[in-house]
């Protein structure tokens, strides 16, 4: 077994996330080749790189979204906070701890206070005034709060794109995640919104930690501790953003790929 | 060397034709609306003066030649009524499972082509189905009971096929964003999916009542009577029905006024028409309410 302790500095049992050779296919057709990572406490990790390089299935393993898709097959391990997902018998709770916030917001057909209360709802919170509660604190981490707070009871699907996106995000937080992965939220966002949303994701870095798969290779240098670069269905380089925007880049791929050579 | 504006001759024939085309359509279009509206207005103009308050609430007398036709509106409502408390649920169910559980394999297709199927069995094989199976294999006689469910299993298709409709119209990333929230398939389908799949559902259901309505063949040798001088007293009796009884006074007895096939028509057209609005009704209601 490779000692990994040496590449992210944390010891094994504390990791957050540690993949190892996790393959992916749809049918016959490959999306993921034996990617190997590893995600440290309280990081933004982003990953990076051009459409159908294996991004959203990379997400889409991790919460074991696999088994509502019977042509996904997936090989290799992923330990979320040191234990096997394949282990987890009720992946119901594995998902709950695990927030997602996908790249067109989806504002479910109810109002905004039921969108974020769901996920409580759906555990068992019954009391109104903790829902209450949990409704207002995801609001103010989402940023969301001060312009929604007196129309709690309209439609979530109603809002513009860039607060829906922030509702989403609130009802992804509404589950206590150990984990938020965001699949290029900014996609459908004006430039304005998506800068609050990075500092909000910046605020939430002090409590959960983000993987951050984006298209937008500034984004990921403004926002990742660490990004990793996925091209074909390959992990090809994984290291400190910084480092990897600064030329040290060990495959020349990568450096292609962050300059805008390609993709 | 100057623009010209004015159209060739090529663009002029090509007006021509399009001109033509356009009317041709046009002729075919009303054609096909022509016998309905013959129909509706024959209907109407000699069934409307026997369609009276006395006409809906009394029975049929001296041998079905004067009198009303209570017992068969009353017996086509509870027909209808039983026919769709047996295939509601099943179909529901059975939408529900194949667009929400079932994956895309040998079996589900084996299931679509069988519903497919079923749909297009002609109503006299579904009759005598309902002969053998419910009226002799199951003892239910002929009977209210063995003639709903005759029609209920004919009708099961509309509701399948409608509600599976109505469920996948429901956005997949609805179910993919409650799913990463912890929620399990069934808690989808009851918090998101069936809430905003209800209206839809209703509509195929209301398009099953006018369909069941009408049908005679399935309903003649399972349950329904060619006169009966009491009302049913539970489902395992016979009942009269609007359908069967339009068939009877119009071929089977002699004397009966010239109007009176024409009310029991036009009464069995706007029980049909009246369901087809209430259905255009919810699908208006439900755009309006449409959250997505």
């Given amino acids: 077994m490779v000692d990994v302790s040496s590449v992210t500095g944390v010891k094994r049992e504390e990791l957050v996330l540690d993949v190892e050779n996790l393959s992916v296919r749809y049918g016959s057709k490959r999306a993921l080749n034996s990617v190997t990572l590893q995600v440290k406490p309280h990081e933004i990790f982003g990953i990076i790189g051009p459409a159908n390089g294996g991004k959203t299935t990379f997400l889409k393993t991790i919460n074991r979204m696999d ?50 209360a769901l996920a409580p709802r759906l555990s068992g919170v019954r009391d109104k005034a903790e829902l ?25 699907s109603l809002l513009s794109g860039g607060q829906q996106q922030r509702l989403t995000i609130a009802r992804a937080l509404s589950q206590d995640p150990h984990l938020l992965m965001l699949d290029e939220f900014s996609i459908a966002v004006d430039p304005v919104t998506t800068m609050r949303i990075e500092d909000v994701l910046k605020e939430l870095r002090s409590t959960v930690t983000i993987i951050m798969v984006t298209n937008l290779v500034q984004q990921a240098r403004r926002l990742a501790d660490r990004s990793a670069f996925f091209l074909n269905g390959d992990c090809i380089e994984i290291g400190d953003t910084e480092a990897l925007f600064e030329g040290g880049a060990k495959d020349t791929r990568t450096t292609d790929y962050i300059e805008g050579r390609f993709g | 060397m100057t623009a010209t504006f004015a159209a060739s001759d090529l663009n002029l024939r090509n007006r021509r034709i399009q001109q033509r085309v356009r009317i041709l359509l046009m002729v075919m279009t009303v054609l096909l609306v022509l016998p309905v509206a013959i129909i509706l207005i024959l209907l109407t103009v000699r069934g409307a003066p026997v369609l009276t308050w006395e006409f809906l609430t009394e029975f049929p007398k001296q041998g079905m030649t004067a009198g009303g036709i209570y017992p068969a509106l009353l017996g086509t409502i509870f027909l209808v009524a039983v026919a769709l408390l047996a295939s509601v649920p099943l179909g529901v169910a059975a939408a529900i499972y194949l667009s929400e559980y079932a994956g895309d394999n040998w079996l589900t297709r084996g299931i679509n082509l069988a519903i497919i199927n079923l749909a297009g069995v002609p109503s006299i094989v579904h009759a005598l189905f309902g002969v053998g ?83 005679t063949a399935p309903i003649m040798f399972t349950g329904a009577a060619f006169f009966l001088p009491f009302l049913p007293e539970s489902v395992f009796d016979q009942t009269m029905a609007l359908s069967l ?34 259905s255009i009704g919810f699908r208006v209601y439900l755009r309006g309410r449409k959250k997505w």
């Fill in chain 1, 67 to 116: 088994e509502f898709n019977s042509s996904m097959h997936v090989d290799g391990t992923v330990r979320f906070l040191g234990k096997d997902t394949r282990a987890w018998r009720n992946t119901y709770a594995l998902r709950k701890r695990v927030g997602v916030v996908f790249p067109l917001p989806v504002g479910l057909p109810l109002s905004i206070y039921d969108n974020v």
């Fill in chain 1, 132 to 156: 209450d509660l949990i409704v207002e604190r995801c609001l103010r981490r989402a940023a969301l709060w001060d312009e929604v707070k007196d129309r709690l009871n309209s439609l979530g």
């Fill in chain 2, 133 to 215: 199976a419910f009226v002799i294999f199951f003892g239910f006689g002929t009977s209210i009971l063995a003639a709903s469910l005759t029609l209920a299993i004919m009708t099961l298709p509309v509701v399948i096929v409608a509600t599976r409709e109505a469920l996948q119209a429901v956005p997949l990333a609805f179910r993919e964003a409650c799913w990463s929230l912890g929620a399990t398939r069934w808690q989808t389908i009851r918090k998101i999916v069936l809430p905003n799949a209800v209206t839809g559902i209703l509509t195929g259901i209301i398009l099953e009542v006018s369909r069941t309505a009408g049908e």
């Fill in chain 2, 245 to 278: 009884h339009l068939f009877v006074i119009s071929t089977q007895v002699p004397g009966v006024p010239e109007n009176f096939p024409y009310g029991v028509a036009l009464l069995l057209i706007l029980i049909v028409l009246l369901m087809n609005a209430l």
